[in-house]
């Protein structure tokens, strides 16, 4: 079982560009949130995806969006990146009907110069 | 809205000492309560949940938490601390099972030799 996997690793973006992340959840889960994490902060929830639909939504400006794919894998989005952007996100899934505990990935480092 | 605090954003103990870090919670239902354990540049790590059966929860690695509602504290506790755990750890709330997470602002556990 290869876990949560996200991609990219790491990247690089400029101001005021746009960025994607994806995120691949465990197998078997079928529910994709994602968090973002600044540097010496705990992580801040971003959204939950839940049968392709945005099922929460945390307090983050509609420059991040997101979208969940029929195989349960999902984006994150962010538009008109800011320096303020910059932090690790973090993708969790889980099996919403089931009450599994959020398995988490390993999260991809965005700076944003 | 439920939040949690984590006093202390550093502590320091010797190995082979008790390793004690706090997590007080603020929820206006009965929480699920989590502790998650970080090592450098990757994702986050279950170290145990609770969930309403039993109020002393164990987990991975010789940890344990008492979840004490008259104290709404969730503490994390190992009687005695290894090098390997020098990590940071954060305590979370949820409200329901499967949704969003609340996380505290982290503790950096420091481990001496």
């Known amino acids: 079982d290869a876990g949560v996997t996200q991609s990219p690793t790491h990247l690089i973006k400029t101001r005021g560009q746009q960025v994607t992340l994806r995120c691949s959840p465990k197998?078997?889960?079928?529910?994709v949130s994602w968090y973002q994490q600044a540097l010496g902060q705990g992580p801040q929830f971003i959204f939950q995806?839940?049968?392709?639909?945005?099922?929460q939504r945390g307090n983050f400006p509609d420059r991040f969006s997101g979208h969940q794919f029929p195989n349960y894998s999902s984006e994150l989005n962010v538009n008109a990146l800011l320096l303020g952007d910059s932090a690790l996100y973090l993708c969790?899934?889980?099996?919403?009907?089931?009450?599994?505990?959020?398995?988490f990935g390993q999260g991809t480092r965005l700076t944003v110069v | 809205a439920q939040s949690v605090t984590q006093l202390g954003s550093h502590v320091s103990v010797s190995e082979g000492a008790l390793v004690l870090l706090r997590c007080n919670y603020s929820?206006?239902?009965?929480?699920?309560l989590f502790w998650y354990v970080q090592y450098p540049n990757q994702g986050l790590q279950l170290l145990l949940k609770?969930?309403?059966?039993?109020?002393l929860v164990k987990g991975i690695n010789g940890f344990e938490a008492e979840f004490k509602k008259s104290e709404t504290s969730f503490h994390l506790t190992k009687p005695s601390a290894h090098m390997s755990d020098a990590a940071e750890y954060f305590c979370?709330?949820?409200?329901?099972?499967?949704?969003?997470?609340?996380f505290g602002a982290g503790t950096i556990l420091r481990v001496k030799s």
């Open positions: 929820s206006s239902v009965p929480p699920y």
């Open positions: 979370a709330v949820s409200l329901e099972y499967g949704n969003k997470l609340v």
């Open positions: 969790a899934s889980s099996r919403l009907e089931m009450n599994t505990e959020a398995f």
């Open positions: 995806y839940y049968e392709e639909e945005e099922r």
């Open positions: 197998s078997g889960h079928d529910t």
């Open positions: 609770y969930t309403s059966a039993a109020t």
